[in-house]
């Protein structure tokens, strides 16, 4: 086992991070984190000191009992393997699938399309209408979804890895000016879990890396 708390190589307003964010704080993991300022210096996350430590060049990467972990859903896959309590996967398989499925939906389906590294292609004045159009595919498909798994979280009532995808690409959607109203099911879900404690420490407004301007 590494000596030390786990360090979080963490950006402030990177949604992959707040993930693995909100399931350290649901898990009362003490950790250390490490800010990579992904617009700074030409972005942090292409030195060669954190390219050693994730050849993506992206964050979130964790340092924890001497291995380091790259992408935010290995991390969380992990998480739950070693430290169990409280479970962020359901014991049930059907209701267990959901929950990936939707956490895929969200990191795989939608949050890449409207990624920083994929904005910088599409050119300045397209950014806004490409990242729209990407959250509002996605939310479209996963509204849908929600009204059939959903209890008073996105898989029943227990707060489950899909929950942990969910709050952050809202905020995302929030920030490119995604209108929510055809979404009340991904919208009730994500006021329920701004609420929770582990979401609140976690939040992009409230990390060593924000701006002052950004902070609560």
């Known amino acids: 086992m590494q000596a ?27 950790h ?8 700074k210096d030409g972005g942090q996350q292409f030195s060669e000191e954190f ?8 964050v979130p990467a964790l340092k924890i009992d001497g291995i380091t972990i790259g992408q935010s859903l290995a991390i969380i896959e992990y998480l739950e393997e070693t430290r169990p309590t409280p479970p962020l996967l359901p014991q049930d398989p ?15 389906g939608i949050q890449p399309l409207q990624n920083l590294s994929v904005l910088k292609e599409v050119g300045q004045e397209n950014q806004l209408p490409w990242a729209q159009k990407a959250i509002i595919s996605g939310f479209d498909a996963l509204e849908r979804i929600l009204q059939s798994t959903a209890g008073k979280y996105c898989v029943g009532d227990q707060v489950s890895m899909a929950d942990l995808c969910l709050a952050p690409q809202v905020a995302n ?12 099911t991904i919208s009730r879900i994500n006021k329920t879990l701004l609420a929770l404690e582990a979401f609140r420490v976690s939040h992009p407004c409230r990390q060593p890396d924000t701006p002052a301007e950004l902070r609560a």
């Open 94 to 108: 059907k209701k267990r699938a959901s929950v990936r499925m939707i956490s895929d939906l969200i990191a795989a």
């Open 173 to 184: 959607a929030e920030r490119f000016k995604v209108d929510l109203t055809p979404y009340p």
């Open 32 to 39: 250390e984190i490490m800010p990579i300022h992904l617009t």
């Open 51 to 58: 390219q050693a430590l994730n050849p993506m060049k992206q």
């Open 4 to 30: 030390g708390k786990p360090i979080l190589y963490s950006y402030f307003r990177s949604s992959c991070s707040w993930r693995v964010r909100i399931a350290l704080a649901l898990k009362g993991i003490d």
